[in-house]
């Protein structure tokens, strides 16, 4: 709800959401110029945690800076590696076996679910509801447990490897995937019912918020945020990357722009993931994980390479520049949410202060993607 | 004379230890049904079923050091946690628990109730403000305006039981709904049919008056940290959230009075304080289930739902009902 601001010199106040507050879910700091409890101007603070990993990508080798892709969104953190060892195979020609890429394809698509159910959790904890969140961390429990029996760790997978995997999946796997399937799709019908229905919820998301066509491409915002303004870009459909052109998969668009839209375009992201890991597991050809050639060392040939990725948040692309060494000349990433992040401050001026949290939360912000 | 100063001393003492120790056995409900309500055991380890959490929570508050903050309003700093307690438990000197149960029957039962609620919102207005905080600023500013918005549809609706009843009086309240359910506020009778809208009405700002989820909007945390007591820590904060907690009493009870007959059993056998307590009890159980499963109203959401659809109905309920006792 936003409402015409006539204010005098000296009559606004400033208001420091951050570095820590619980809304801003990290060390974000959002400097707002505040007229009561309208924002008049609002700007965003970033560099709290910055670490420098686009340097380290430069004075490490290529599998060295590998675990490092996955400390960059720690909630989504195998769509990260996967962009990386995608890039780096390109740039080398490193031949990837099918069943890898099933497995990748499956294992990554779980970690978006993972994902968006946190964000959902923590979204409907910033609108004043915290029962959603203990339901869906219980959800993703089971996702985490599956991926860790996998990959070994939890949260900062570092499960693929330039022209495979790490390790085959165990006889456990694929039984507990095939049981989490219909449980997921279970406990979708059971959010839509406790939290997509509620009438509080609604009136606070519809019409809230409106991040319009044009603005969302003037900051270069994809992902979630941008389908739910109505662009319908993603990155699975448009670049065709690793086996996702032999998915039969949707890619939820609605053009409401609202608080509700994105909302709505994550929850039904969560059931196409779904379709993918069911496929996925129904096409899972045998065969090795990794090539059987493959070079000791990883020195790409001289040039530019850019490879992108639909990670749970948008698009994630990175751009190695090699000179033929086996460090990269230039590592360059491009995260999603730095991004989506920067249309808020345009997007939240004149709102109320809980709507423009609001609208923060639906942006699904992960801070040490963005100060990376 | 010397009998009575040992009544109303008694009288005293025991509303303080039931507002204290609802308050303290509350929180653990609280905690307890959110469990229950998030699929997680809730606090179980301190005692029996966690019974003794509230003790251990006691100990931790009261030996923390208070925290004043530079700048702040020292003496209205240190007095809004006590505005926030005193009313509640004043208020419980003229409840009637049951017949015979009570400290002080008024004749202006209501009228007092009403009056100690109001100076809760003085309280958050004073923490608030004191504390020297852009987030207790507006937290406070939001709690008054969410509290004046409530009072209003609230008054009207008892204005029209107490019409029906003439009578302000606590105890003629619930006698007058002796006997049975039907006998009831709660039923639609020939002369007030609008009454489980009311009612509705009466439970809904019951619920905004006591900042209770969906409407705490003085406590959002997840915008304004922790609203208007973000600086208060130790027994002040202590305070807060037992005058919190033993506002809901009051409410339960208020309500329990108005429309669902007082200490009367449902069926018209043997009324009892039990019955008083098992309403109260239902009511609050209803309150927590709410606040966890609801996501917060906003600020203009609440108002529009006061001003525009509570008030409009209440006042049509007085009217109809004034009519309708005109013509039976």
Same mark, same amino acid.
């Given at each position: 709800m936003s409402a015409p601001i006539h204010i005098q010199p000296g009559e606004t106040f400033t208001l420091n959401v951050g570095p820590q507050h619980p809304a801003t879910h990290g060390v974000l700091r959002v400097k707002l110029e505040m007229d009561g409890e309208y924002i008049v101007h609002a700007?965003?603070?970033?560099?709290?945690?910055?670490?420098?990993?686009e340097l380290m990508g430069e004075n490490r080798t290529y599998p060295q800076v590998l675990p490092n892709l996955s400390r960059l969104d720690y909630l989504g953190a195998l769509g990260y590696t996967h962009g990386h060892v995608l890039a780096v195979e =390109?740039?080398?020609?490193?031949?990837?076996?099918? =069943?890898?890429?099933?497995?990748?394809?499956?294992?990554?698509?779980?970690? =978006?679910?993972?994902?968006?159910?946190?964000?959902?959790?923590?979204?409907?904890? +910033?609108l004043g509801g915290f029962t959603p969140l203990m339901y869906a961390i219980q959800d993703r429990e089971y996702i985490l447990d599956i991926l860790e029996r996998v990959t070994g760790s939890r949260l900062t997978y570092c499960y693929y490897r330039f022209g495979g995997l790490y390790n085959d999946i165990d006889d456990e796997f694929i039984p507990a995937t095939k049981a989490f399937i219909p449980r997921m799709r279970e406990s979708l019908k059971k959010y839509d019912a406790l939290v997509t229905g509620n009438i509080?919820?609604?009136?606070?998301?519809? +019409?809230?918020?409106?991040?319009?066509?044009?603005?969302?491409r003037k900051y270069g915002a994809t992902g979630p945020v941008a389908r739910g303004s109505g662009i319908d870009f993603d990155v699975r459909k448009n670049e065709p990357y690793s086996v996702y052109p032999e998915f039969d998969f949707d890619i939820?668009?609605?053009?409401?722009? +609202?608080?509700?839209? =994105?909302?709505?375009?994550?929850?039904?992201?969560?059931?196409?993931s779904l379709r993918i890991i069911e496929q996925g597991l129904e096409k899972l050809p045998d065969g090795p994980i990794m090539p059987a050639k493959k070079p000791k060392l990883i020195k790409p040939p001289a040039g530019d390479y850019y490879q992108a990725v639909e990670t749970a948040r948008g698009s994630f692309g990175i751009r190695i520049v090699s000179d033929g060494g086996k460090n990269a000349y230039r590592f360059k990433l491009r995260s999603p949410t730095y991004s989506n992040m920067h249309l808020f401050d345009e997007a939240c001026e004149g709102m109320l202060i809980m709507d423009a949290l609001a609208l923060m939360g639906s942006l699904d912000l992960v801070i040490p993607e963005i100060d990376r | 004379m010397s009998l009575t100063v040992l009544n109303a001393i008694i009288a005293v003492v025991i509303a303080i230890g039931f507002a204290a120790l609802n308050a303290a056995y509350l929180v653990w409900a609280e905690r307890r049904g959110a469990g229950r309500i998030q699929r997680r055991p809730g606090p179980n380890v301190n005692g029996p079923l966690g019974l003794l959490q509230p003790l251990a929570d006691g100990a931790k508050l009261m030996t923390k050091q208070l925290m004043i903050p530079g700048g702040a309003d020292k003496a209205l700093f240190m007095v809004a946690p006590v505005l926030a307690m005193a009313?509640?438990?004043?208020?419980?000197?003229?409840?009637?628990?049951?017949?015979?149960?009570?400290?002080?029957?008024?004749?202006?039962?209501?009228?007092?109730?009403?009056?100690?609620?109001?100076?809760?919102?003085?309280?958050?207005?004073?923490?608030?403000?004191?504390?020297?905080?852009?987030?207790?600023?507006?937290?406070?500013?939001?709690?008054?305006?969410?509290?004046?918005?409530?009072?209003?549809?609230?008054?009207?609706?008892?204005?029209t039981i107490v019409m029906m009843t003439g009578s302000m009086n606590l105890h003629d309240l619930a006698v007058s709904q002796a006997g049975g359910f039907w006998?009831?506020?709660?039923?639609?009778?020939?002369?007030?049919?609008?009454?489980?809208?009311?009612?509705?009405?009466?439970?809904?700002?019951?619920?905004?008056?006591?900042?209770?989820?969906?409407?705490?909007?003085?406590?959002?945390?997840?915008?304004?940290?922790?609203?208007?007591?973000?600086?208060?820590?130790?027994?002040?904060?202590?305070?807060?959230?037992?005058?919190?907690?033993?506002?809901?009493?009051?409410g339960a009870s208020l309500i329990t009075i108005l429309f669902l007959g007082g200490w009367g059993c449902p069926f018209g056998l043997f009324p009892s304080v039990f019955w008083f307590l098992l309403k109260i009890y239902l009511l609050i159980a209803t309150f927590i289930w709410i606040r966890w499963t609801f996501p917060r109203t906003t600020i203009y959401g609440l108002l529009n739902l006061s001003w525009k659809i509570l008030i409009p109905i209440s006042l049509f309920n007085l009217l109809l009902t004034a009519g309708l006792l005109k013509v039976f």
């Open positions: 700007e965003t603070v970033l560099g709290y945690i910055h670490r420098m990993h =390109r740039a080398s020609g490193i031949e990837v076996p099918e =069943r890898a890429e099933y497995i990748r394809a499956i294992t990554v698509e779980m970690n =978006r679910i993972a994902s968006h159910l946190f964000w959902f959790g923590a979204f409907v904890m +910033d509080i919820l609604q009136k606070r998301l519809k +019409d809230i918020g409106p991040l319009s066509k044009e603005l969302c939820p668009v609605y053009h409401e722009c +609202d608080s509700f839209a =994105r909302y709505k375009v994550r929850m039904d992201e969560m059931e196409q | 009313p509640a438990i004043m208020s419980f000197v003229t409840i009637p628990f049951s017949d015979v149960i009570v400290a002080k029957s008024m004749d202006v039962g209501v009228l007092m109730i009403f009056a100690f609620a109001s100076l809760g919102s003085m309280s958050i207005l004073f923490a608030g403000w004191s504390s020297r905080n852009k987030y207790g600023v507006m937290a406070s500013v939001r709690a008054v305006s969410q509290a004046i918005s409530y009072e209003v549809p609230m008054l009207i609706t008892v204005i006998h009831w506020n709660i039923i639609p009778s020939l002369a007030s049919p609008l009454m489980p809208v009311s009612f509705l009405i009466f439970f809904i700002c019951s619920l905004a008056e006591t900042n209770r989820a969906p409407f705490d909007l003085g406590e959002a945390e997840s915008e304004l940290v922790a609203g208007f007591h973000t600086e208060y820590g130790s027994m002040g904060f202590g305070l807060f959230f037992m005058g919190e907690y033993a506002n809901i009493v009051i």
